[in-house]
């Protein structure tokens, strides 16, 4: 089965600067590439998605690339402000699995003014 | 549009116990995802439901069991409670076909399960 991998597991950062968070996947079929956040107590949300016949997309201060050679799809956020604080979760998604995702292990991301 | 709606939101059962947590899907919704989120961990994919069927499971034994309603809702049960199945029990609701295209799913705040 798929297998996601995501690091670093913390990440601090200081305010206006960028971060970066990296997984890799193992099932060259996946296809699907979610990132969610999660604050303390709350549930994930949604934050960007990418899909296979895409390598870069763009949202605001939000960014996702995917290298399907290489498996492996990054989140960049930049101009970092403290509510950014959370934990992020990368996913990964392969076809003929329904809804199912994968996730990694999650990265709590810390901006300090 | 009413989101996806989870209930208890805490609980507390002992080992040996059986619980049942419940799920109102996102309106629209026709599908139903049930995933285990252990502290610190990411969520772990338990089982899937489409329009009352399972569609898709994890690597989750058989005491795991669901069911979901003709208005899409959904329960998850777990019978003979271990002290390992204390996590955080997240519902997410998704509209789509079987086999089709992935869409966004919408988690509810979950269920905090604790097992003494």
Redo the contacts between chains.
């Keep these: 089965g798929e297998n996601v991998e995501q690091h670093p597991s913390t990440l601090s950062v200081q305010e206006g600067d960028s971060a970066v968070i990296k997984c890799t996947y193992s099932d060259s079929a996946s296809n699907y590439f979610p990132w969610y956040k999660q604050e303390l107590g709350k549930r994930p949300q949604l934050i960007i998605d990418i899909r296979s016949n895409v390598g870069e997309k763009k949202d605001q201060r939000i960014a996702v690339t995917l290298n399907k050679t290489a498996k492996h799809f990054s989140l960049h956020i930049t101009e970092t402000q403290p509510e950014d604080s959370a934990v992020y979760f990368c996913a990964a998604h392969a076809t003929g699995g329904g809804n199912k995702l994968t996730f990694g292990t999650g990265t709590q991301l810390k901006v300090e003014l | 549009e009413t989101g996806?709606t989870q209930s208890p939101t805490h609980l507390i059962k002992t080992r040996g116990q059986q619980v049942t947590l419940r799920c109102s899907s996102q309106s629209g919704h026709n599908?139903v995802?049930w995933y285990q989120q252990a502290l610190?961990?990411?969520?772990?994919?338990i089982f899937?439901y489409?329009r009352e069927e399972e569609?898709?499971r994890?690597?989750f034994p058989p005491r795991f069991s669901g069911l979901q309603f003709p208005n899409y809702s959904s329960e998850l049960n777990v019978n003979a409670l271990e002290l390992d199945d204390s996590a955080l029990y997240?519902c997410?609701s998704?509209s789509?076909l079987?086999?089709g295209?992935?869409?966004?799913?919408f988690?509810?705040?979950?269920s905090r399960l604790t097992v003494l």
């Design positions: 996806v599908t995802s610190g961990q990411g969520p772990q994919f899937q489409y569609n898709g994890g690597n997240l997410a998704s789509g079987a086999g295209p992935v869409g966004e799913l988690f509810g705040e979950g």
